[in-house]
């Protein structure tokens, strides 16, 4: 199978690139190479004969046109994305353009490409999305497939608009696809904004680890290797016009996450005091959704498949490929908003 990977160099695109060559796919890797995007994530697969990578942006519909045109894909697998919710609030206009307005283009190459090709029965289009776009949870509870949705950010209201453009297209062209919603992911080439990698980074370097509020807020996190193996899954087994939640099965506070975190540095990389010590409350984001819970039923009945990594092995792993590949995340250092406060409204 030939695969279509948007945002191949992001960090959840990239571990799916990566995943989808060792288990022998094709892959064209379509990114348009923002400041999140880095092709070092993909560097061990770039002299793959079944790789290729087009830098293109999803905005520009005549660019996707000849990607298909050339490529001729069975499969498309859309991970490109602004994703960042403290960026949404600061900037929502790109956020719209993107998820909105390029999968809207993606979907209209995608649809043309298929009709040309007469309808092909395995063609498939799976967007990727989020469990955001449900909303917030109180103490008890998770979010099904059949949840209501209810964003609270720009960027989960992007998402949940892309979301439903995916949906029209299938019911109104017959395009096939499927729509999978994650919960948080964490893990290798995690780019240094999101709340794991700005808990290592700072406290590598000595300096505050921010927690928002009182670090009450629940998530539930998901390895982003298992996170890839869980996509391909569905892209191979999942029915045609139906949603998959893909959770980890890990829910912590981020108080609580924080400190895992801190303990796992002091027995890796000690330094003269704890790196609790360096925790520090700050001013909490505006709509800040207090829990995401996924409920996984659907895609382990339907599927078989569960995560693999629990939170305590992921978060192990995650730290020490942190302090392993210093040489990748300094290079990110110095890219447009790498460790400053966003999002304060």
Known sequence: MKLLVTGGAGFIGSAVVRLAITRGYEVINLDALTYAAC?????????????????ADIRNAQALAEVFTTHKPDAVMHLAAESHVDRSIDGPGAFIDTNVTGTFNLLQAARAYWEVAGKPDGFRFHHISTDEVYGTLGATGAFTEDTSYAPNSPYSASKAASDHLVRAWGETYGLPFVITNCSNNYGPYHFPEKLIPVVILNAL????????????????WLYVEDHADA????????????????????????????????????????????YANLITFVTDRPGH????????????????????????????????????NEDWWRALQNREGVGKRLGTG
Do not use: Q
């Open 289 to 324: 959704d207090l829990r995401y819970a996924i409920d996984p039923t659907r895609i382990r009945t339907e599927l078989g498949w569960r995560p693999s990594v629990t939170l305590e092995e992921g978060l192990e792993k995650t730290v020490a490929w942190y302090l392993e």
């Open 231 to 274: 996509l391909l899954t569905v892209l191979e087994h999942g029915e045609n016009a139906r949603s998959y939640n893909i959770g980890g099965e890990n829910e912590a506070r981020n108080i609580d996450l924080v400190r895992m975190i801190c303990a796992i540095l002091d027995r890796l990389k000690p330094a003269d005091t704890p």
């Open 205 to 220: 370097a000595g300096l505050p680890i921010p927690v928002y509020g009182a670090g009450e807020n629940v998530r539930d």
């Open 39 to 55: 092709l070092d994530n993909v560097a061990s697969v770039a002299d793959d004969p079944k790789y290729a990578f087009v830098e």
